[in-house]
């Protein structure tokens, strides 16, 4: 939470609540992260833990509709995402920030050539000629390592296998030149194989063009292929966040320490598999206190304070209410 | 080896398909010859990426879908048995599938999915198939009178529960469970594979483990067979396989599963498969994965590898490990200086990706 000035991103207690029956609930709530320049953030958790929810509501996909309703900070180039009018967040997605899918098969319209997809993205956010449009498009396209760019701009989706397809939808992504990419699970869909290629290629865009990323997984893999820095997410709030070295080699969260022991390895001993007992909350069942006690080894009955993401170490944060203490506790 | 402990084999199992292209039809072989055996109270894991042909392999054993050669069961081929004769065999078969969202009626009380089987192949009263499904159901982990509840009322892995009850209900042999926890997260994910080893201890169960994800197949399997494009490219005991992957496919499936750890993820080179899985109407000549393989040489577009036994157990089809083309009645390798390389090293750096 520190170096505010040069942060590209800076979200402050972002909040998203939902109608349910007439009562607003937060299914996210005290999300506060910032992203550098040229730095990659992974959001991990499991599902239901509000790492897509935050990213919707940041573009504006959430939040603004009838029955829900958002709140907080979102800084971005001195301007608060939260509070764009509709024009100004037209051109801000894709523009500024871009975001790729989980899904690249229903991301993209069957009945239109992808080149001409890419190029209508284009036209939204510059005043250039179509014939100049489709030109840029096949730039894109040969930026993310299509293969023959000009002849495939004229194919339609279903020509495409998974992993191309998810690369037609990074080359729309970055089409526009946006300062950062939101990638929402990006390569869940796809085979282990085609998810190195997708992660080798997002590594290149990001050292090549300077972006910035928010990598929404569930992987814990993935984030340490990827990601320079991480917010772990447990039932709407983040609980942990930190560098990626720094917090996979000791964990200051019980649930991060969970979720990284439950990782089933290809190294190592074989042993029966870790699980975490019970299951997430529910956003009607959300506490005030700390969210993960229920599962927690190390809960005491002080657990059920209000919690806080406490910076402890510079750039360092920790919501558990007894801080690192729990760790004298740890079994082998 | 003894086969008398076998509990499902495959001789030459093949499955094609009509599709049309281009507006002809033209057959599609999705399955081309697999040989697999599967011993009593073993799991032998399947994996391989998606059009691989494990799926389509699954269908043909639970006779989902027609296919050729053999299969038996409890030594016994049903291969050719009639459907009337065969449904007195499926019992020793059942199958667990990956959507616990979709493979349950939601019109229908739990106990009412999980007795449907007991109606249709046993005698039992209904008393006696209400007492057999509150048995399976604490087999399972869950409490007995879940039986009278629906299925959205409970969660995805409790769902997953629900639906290994119903496969064990009758007593089978043989699980096929295809990608039966991939939608799980991974907690609860660890819980079911924990479910299937313990029953496997309990009842006796076998299972046919089919998963992409390679760390999972790692903690469940004793043996496993790696797929692509139809055929099993290597087998062999999880610990030979994971420790000394003898096939380059195998190699790069393992090097791609990402190690929850930077450093040594970091630290490792990344072998990156070239292009996409080839059209199965028409394989490539010689090896099917010659194309995409960093480690093709000229052989591999030429000649189909024989299977070739591995030390450590188990067989790879791959030309790294034969002792190459034979001229004269003798290997070319031997009448030259260097032998063909048994051990490939991985390529620095990232293979270029194109089609």
Request: aromatic share 4%; charged share 20%; proline share 6%.
């Amino acid at each position: 939470m520190t170096n505010a000035k040069d942060a590209l991103l800076s979200v402050e207690n972002l909040r998203l609540e939902i109608d349910v029956n007439g009562v607003w609930t937060p299914v996210v709530e005290d999300v506060s992260f910032e992203v550098r320049q040229g730095e990659t953030l992974g959001l991990v958790g499991e599902s239901g833990s509000g790492k897509s929810v935050s990213a919707m509501s940041l573009m504006g996909f959430m939040g603004r509709q009838r029955g829900q309703r958002v709140s907080g900070t979102a800084t971005f180039q001195g301007r608060d995402l939260l509070r764009l009018n509709d024009r100004e967040l037209e051109s801000m997605r894709g523009n500024d920030i871009a975001m790729v899918f989980q899904e690249p098969m229903t991301s993209l319209d069957p009945a239109f050539k992808v080149g001409n997809q890419i190029a209508a993205g284009i036209r939204v956010h510059q005043d250039v000629t179509a014939s100049k449009a489709k030109e840029m498009a096949i730039e894109a396209m040969d930026k993310v390592r299509i293969p023959n760019a000009r002849v495939r701009a004229d194919n339609y989706p279903h020509e495409f296998s998974g992993g191309m397809r998810q690369r037609v939808l990074i080359a729309m992504a970055i089409a526009n030149n946006p300062s950062m990419l939101i990638a929402d699970e990006p390569t869940t869909a796809l085979d282990v194989s085609v998810q190195a290629q997708i992660l080798t290629l997002l590594t290149e865009m990001k050292e090549d063009l300077g972006l910035a990323m928010i990598f929404i997984t569930h992987n814990m893999g993935v984030v340490a292929d990827i990601c320079d820095r991480l917010a772990v997410m447990y039932a709407g709030q983040i609980v942990e966040e930190g560098d990626v070295f720094e917090t996979f080699a000791a964990p200051q969260h019980p649930y991060t320490d969970r979720l990284l022991a439950a990782m089933p390895r290809i190294t190592g001993p074989r042993g029966s598999l870790e699980w975490i007992p019970g299951s997430p909350p529910r956003p009607t069942d959300f506490s005030a206190g700390c969210r993960f006690a229920p599962r927690c080894r190390h809960r005491l009955e002080s657990c059920e304070r209000p919690t806080t993401l406490l910076e402890i170490s510079p750039g360092r944060s920790n919501r558990c209410l007894r801080g690192t203490t729990w760790m004298e506790e740890r079994e082998s | 080896m003894s086969t008398d402990n076998i509990v499902m084999q495959t001789e030459d199992l093949k499955v094609s398909f009509p599709v049309r292209r281009a507006g002809h039809s033209t057959i599609v072989q999705a399955v081309r010859g697999v040989d697999i055996k599967l011993r009593a109270g073993e799991t032998l894991g399947l994996v391989g990426e998606s059009g691989s042909g494990k799926s389509t392999l699954a269908r043909a054993l639970m006779r989902l879908i027609p296919s050729e050669g053999t299969v038996r069961l409890g030594g016994r081929d049903v291969s050719h048995l009639k459907a009337s004769a065969f449904r007195k065999e499926r019992k020793r078969i059942q199958m667990v599938f990956q959507d616990p969202y979709s493979s349950l009626n939601p019109s229908l009380t739990v106990g009412a999915s999980i007795a449907e089987p007991l109606k249709v192949h046993t005698k039992l009263t209904a008393a006696e198939r209400a007492e057999r499904v509150g048995e399976v159901l604490t087999l399972v982990g869950l409490n007995a009178d879940y039986a009278d509840r629906y299925p959205d009322e409970f969660s995805g892995g409790q769902r997953q529960r629900i639906a290994i009850a119903r496969a064990i209900v009758l007593n089978p042999e043989v699980l096929v469970c295809d990608e039966a926890v991939s939608a799980l997260d991974v907690s609860t994910q660890n819980q079911v594979i924990n479910l299937l080893e313990e029953l496997r201890d309990k009842i006796g169960l076998s299972y046919l483990f089919i998963s992409h994800d390679l760390a999972v197949v790692r903690h469940i399997s004793d043996y496993v067979a790696v797929m692509y494009l139809g055929e099993i490219v290597e087998e062999g005991p999880v610990d030979r396989i994971f420790e000394a992957a003898a096939h380059p496919y195998t190699q790069v499936l393992m090097n791609a599963v990402p190690i929850p750890d930077p450093v040594a993820q970091r630290a490792t080179t990344k072998l990156l498969l070239r292009g996409d899985i080839p059209d199965p109407t028409n394989p490539p000549v010689g090896c099917t994965f010659h194309q995409r393989c960093p480690f093709a040489m000229e052989i591999c577009g030429q000649q189909v590898p024989p299977k070739v036994e591995i030390p450590g157990g188990g067989i790879a089809k791959c030309h790294l490990h034969t002792s190459g083309p034979v001229l004269a009645g003798r290997p070319i390798s031997t009448l030259t200086e260097s032998p063909a390389a048994t051990s490939p090293v991985p390529v620095s750096g990232h293979s270029e990706f194109s089609l």
